[in-house]
């Protein structure tokens, strides 16, 4: 199964602020690992972190250490 194939079958979301450019990411949590994807290319590549870098990057981001 590639992966784009795959990627259709996870339950993604995006923020509820996203505007209707479809300018997003999209987020697919799952028990082994976080996905990421850009909403406007669904059956592109996307990024696969462990959970521990997913919630460390939300924190940066978060904290504003780097830009958004």
């Given at each position: 199964?590639?992966?784009?194939?795959?990627?259709?079958?996870?339950?993604?979301?995006?923020s509820?602020?996203?505007?209707?450019?479809?300018?997003?990411?999209?987020?697919?949590a799952?028990?082994?690992?976080?996905?990421?994807?850009?909403?406007?290319?669904?059956?592109?590549?996307?990024?696969?972190?462990?959970?521990?870098?997913?919630?460390?990057?939300?924190?940066?981001?978060?904290?504003?250490?780097?830009?958004?």
């Amino acid at each position: 199964m590639s992966a784009a194939s795959h990627s259709h079958a996870l339950p993604w979301r995006k923020s509820s602020r996203s505007s209707s450019n479809g300018a997003c990411v999209e987020v697919a949590a799952m028990p082994a690992a976080v996905h990421v994807r850009d909403s406007k290319d669904p059956d592109g590549p996307m990024l696969t972190v462990g959970h521990d870098a997913w919630t460390h990057l939300i924190g940066v981001v978060s904290d504003g250490r780097i830009a958004r």
